[in-house]
Protein backbone atom coordinates (compact mmCIF):
# COMPACT_ATOMS: atom_id res chain seq x y z
CA UNK A 1 0.00 0.00 0.00
CA UNK A 2 3.04 2.19 0.58
CA UNK A 3 3.62 2.60 -3.66
CA UNK A 4 0.23 2.92 -4.18
CA UNK A 5 -0.76 6.84 -4.35
CA UNK A 6 -4.61 6.38 -5.75
CA UNK A 7 -6.87 4.27 -5.90
CA UNK A 8 -10.30 3.68 -8.37
CA UNK A 9 -13.04 0.80 -8.39
CA UNK A 10 -16.28 0.48 -10.17
CA UNK A 11 -19.22 1.27 -8.31
CA UNK A 12 -20.24 -2.59 -8.04
CA UNK A 13 -17.03 -3.10 -6.02
CA UNK A 14 -17.78 0.02 -4.00
CA UNK A 15 -21.36 -0.91 -2.92
CA UNK A 16 -19.90 -4.60 -2.33
CA UNK A 17 -17.70 -3.05 0.61
CA UNK A 18 -19.73 -0.56 1.49
CA UNK A 19 -22.49 -3.33 2.09
CA UNK A 20 -20.23 -6.40 3.49
CA UNK A 21 -17.86 -4.44 6.03
CA UNK A 22 -21.08 -2.12 6.59
CA UNK A 23 -18.88 1.12 6.51
CA UNK A 24 -21.45 3.64 6.39
CA UNK A 25 -22.24 2.66 10.06
CA UNK A 26 -17.92 2.53 10.75
CA UNK A 27 -16.69 4.56 8.26
CA UNK A 28 -13.09 5.19 10.30
CA UNK A 29 -13.03 1.54 8.65
CA UNK A 30 -12.71 3.08 5.17
CA UNK A 31 -9.90 4.80 6.68
CA UNK A 32 -7.93 2.33 8.13
CA UNK A 33 -7.68 0.69 4.88
CA UNK A 34 -7.56 3.45 2.66
CA UNK A 35 -6.54 6.51 4.37
CA UNK A 36 -4.24 9.01 2.54
CA UNK A 37 -5.26 7.56 -0.98
CA UNK A 38 -7.07 9.44 -3.73
CA UNK A 39 -9.77 7.06 -4.21
CA UNK A 40 -12.65 7.36 -7.37
CA UNK A 41 -15.24 5.47 -7.54
CA UNK A 42 -16.58 5.60 -11.42
CA UNK A 43 -20.50 5.90 -11.73
CA UNK A 44 -23.64 7.27 -13.27
CA UNK A 45 -25.38 7.45 -10.29
CA UNK A 46 -25.63 9.75 -7.52
CA UNK A 47 -23.95 6.78 -4.95
CA UNK A 48 -23.88 6.93 -0.67
CA UNK A 49 -20.49 9.16 0.09
CA UNK A 50 -17.93 8.13 2.51
CA UNK A 51 -15.02 10.84 3.39
CA UNK A 52 -11.79 10.54 1.37
CA UNK A 53 -14.21 8.79 -1.90
CA UNK A 54 -14.97 11.19 -5.01
CA UNK A 55 -17.11 10.54 -7.36
CA UNK A 56 -16.91 10.72 -11.62
CA UNK A 57 -18.14 8.95 -15.17
CA UNK A 58 -17.17 8.22 -18.76
CA UNK A 59 -13.32 7.97 -20.09
CA UNK A 60 -11.68 6.45 -17.45
CA UNK A 61 -7.82 8.46 -18.66
CA UNK A 62 -8.37 11.39 -17.06
CA UNK A 63 -9.39 10.07 -13.90
CA UNK A 64 -6.22 7.37 -14.14
CA UNK A 65 -4.33 10.57 -14.65
CA UNK A 66 -5.40 12.83 -11.50
CA UNK A 67 -4.22 9.69 -9.62
CA UNK A 68 -1.11 8.97 -10.99
CA UNK A 69 -0.18 12.43 -10.83
CA UNK A 70 2.10 11.78 -7.24
CA UNK A 71 4.36 9.48 -9.09
CA UNK A 72 3.03 6.62 -7.10
CA UNK A 73 1.28 3.69 -8.37
CA UNK A 74 -2.54 3.69 -9.18
CA UNK A 75 -4.23 0.65 -8.04
CA UNK A 76 -7.82 -0.70 -10.05
CA UNK A 77 -9.17 -2.61 -7.26
CA UNK A 78 -12.07 -3.84 -9.30
CA UNK A 79 -14.25 -5.24 -10.70
CA UNK A 80 -13.69 -6.78 -14.41
CA UNK A 81 -15.87 -4.00 -16.18
CA UNK A 82 -13.69 -0.98 -14.70
CA UNK A 83 -10.54 -2.85 -15.18
CA UNK A 84 -11.48 -3.98 -18.97
CA UNK A 85 -11.57 -0.13 -19.74
CA UNK A 86 -8.73 0.46 -18.08
CA UNK A 87 -7.05 -2.49 -19.74
CA UNK A 88 -7.97 -1.48 -23.50
CA UNK A 89 -6.50 2.06 -22.80
CA UNK A 90 -2.89 0.04 -22.03
CA UNK A 91 -3.23 1.40 -18.40
CA UNK A 92 -2.73 -1.88 -16.80
CA UNK A 93 1.03 -3.17 -16.57
CA UNK A 94 0.79 -4.92 -13.55
CA UNK A 95 -1.90 -8.13 -12.18
CA UNK A 96 -1.35 -9.08 -8.58
CA UNK A 97 -3.48 -12.56 -8.40
CA UNK A 98 -4.27 -13.60 -5.34
CA UNK A 99 -5.40 -17.36 -4.38
CA UNK A 100 -7.75 -17.22 -1.07
CA UNK A 101 -8.56 -21.04 0.57
CA UNK A 102 -11.52 -21.36 1.98
CA UNK A 103 -13.12 -24.04 3.87
CA UNK A 104 -16.48 -25.17 4.46
CA UNK A 105 -18.03 -27.05 7.62
CA UNK A 106 -18.50 -30.80 5.52
CA UNK A 107 -14.87 -30.16 5.07
CA UNK A 108 -13.80 -29.46 8.73
CA UNK A 109 -15.64 -33.62 9.61
N1 LIG B 1 -12.04 -10.53 -5.16
C1 LIG B 1 -11.65 -9.30 -5.34
O1 LIG B 1 -10.56 -8.94 -4.96
C2 LIG B 1 -12.57 -8.34 -6.00
C3 LIG B 1 -12.12 -7.07 -6.26
C4 LIG B 1 -12.99 -6.20 -6.88
C5 LIG B 1 -14.27 -6.61 -7.24
N2 LIG B 1 -14.66 -7.85 -6.98
C6 LIG B 1 -16.02 -8.29 -7.33
O2 LIG B 1 -16.30 -7.96 -8.66
C7 LIG B 1 -17.70 -7.66 -8.76
C8 LIG B 1 -17.93 -6.31 -9.41
O3 LIG B 1 -17.30 -6.29 -10.68
P1 LIG B 1 -18.04 -5.72 -11.95
O4 LIG B 1 -17.10 -5.86 -13.09
O5 LIG B 1 -19.36 -6.38 -12.03
O6 LIG B 1 -18.32 -4.22 -11.57
P2 LIG B 1 -17.42 -2.92 -11.22
O7 LIG B 1 -16.31 -2.73 -12.22
O8 LIG B 1 -17.03 -2.92 -9.78
O9 LIG B 1 -18.53 -1.78 -11.40
C9 LIG B 1 -19.16 -1.61 -12.66
C10 LIG B 1 -20.08 -0.43 -12.57
O10 LIG B 1 -19.34 0.77 -12.29
C11 LIG B 1 -19.90 1.86 -13.02
N3 LIG B 1 -18.91 2.29 -14.00
C12 LIG B 1 -17.85 1.57 -14.47
N4 LIG B 1 -17.13 2.29 -15.34
C13 LIG B 1 -17.75 3.48 -15.44
C14 LIG B 1 -17.45 4.65 -16.18
N5 LIG B 1 -16.41 4.74 -17.01
N6 LIG B 1 -18.28 5.73 -16.02
C15 LIG B 1 -19.34 5.67 -15.16
N7 LIG B 1 -19.66 4.59 -14.44
C16 LIG B 1 -18.87 3.49 -14.58
C17 LIG B 1 -21.16 1.32 -13.70
O11 LIG B 1 -22.25 1.38 -12.79
P3 LIG B 1 -23.27 2.61 -12.50
O12 LIG B 1 -22.96 3.72 -13.49
O13 LIG B 1 -24.62 2.05 -12.67
O14 LIG B 1 -22.99 3.02 -11.08
C18 LIG B 1 -20.81 -0.15 -13.88
O15 LIG B 1 -21.93 -0.98 -14.01
C19 LIG B 1 -18.26 -7.65 -7.34
O16 LIG B 1 -18.94 -8.87 -7.11
C20 LIG B 1 -17.02 -7.55 -6.48
O17 LIG B 1 -17.18 -8.14 -5.24
C21 LIG B 1 -13.82 -8.74 -6.38
Keep these: MA???????G????LWILDHEQ?????EK???????????VMTTRSLPEVPGVRFAQGDVRPVHASLAASGKDVW?????DLV???TDHGLVDE???????????????
Design 3 to 9: GIGGIIM
Design 11 to 14: SSTY
Design 23 to 27: VLENP
Design 30 to 40: WNDWYGGKDCV
Design 76 to 80: AAGGG
Design 84 to 86: GQL
Design 95 to 109: LWISVTPSTTASSCT
